[in-house]
Nanobody, 125 residues
Framework: QVQLVESGGGLVQAGGSLRLSCAASGRSVSIYVVGWFRQPPGKEREFVAAISWTGGSTYYADSVKGRFTISRDNAKNTVSLEMSSLKPEDTAVYYC??????????????????WGQGTQVTVSS
């Protein structure tokens, strides 16, 4: 089993930055793909970014490309999401997730086996 805890969310003005962290416990996630998803109010959960187990490959949703950066520290069993130039439409609950099965950079939430509880990000205009 893998337990995931997100942190770093909060309220920020448009144009600002936030850094989210995902801490894993229970099992090392160093060999797994890790993704970030978000769920805006009243909408479906959507893909944001994913990173390979080495950190050498990343994949971003078009809506965040160039503004968000995903990274990982396997020694600390953590994955981060650096968000800049935030927009009100980035407001959502952000979740990290682990793919312990497929090993690919997938935007499909069904490909991920473990999920955190989420952290709220609110961007004011």
């Amino acid at each position: 089993q893998v337990q995931l805890v997100e942190s770093g969310g909060g309220l920020v003005q448009a144009g600002g930055s936030l850094r989210l962290s995902c801490a894993a416990s229970g099992r090392s996630v160093s060999i797994y793909v890790v993704g970030w998803f978000r769920q805006p109010p009243g909408k479906e959960r959507e893909f944001v970014a994913a990173i390979s187990w080495t950190g050498g490959s990343t994949y971003y949703a078009d809506s965040v490309k160039g503004r968000f950066t995903i990274s990982r520290d396997n020694a600390k069993n953590t994955v981060s999401l650096e968000m800049s130039s935030l927009k009100p439409e980035d407001t959502a609950v952000y979740y990290c997730a682990v793919d312990a099965t497929w090993g690919r950079l997938s935007p499909a939430k069904n490909d991920y086996d473990y999920w955190g509880q989420g952290t709220q990000v609110t961007v004011s205009s």
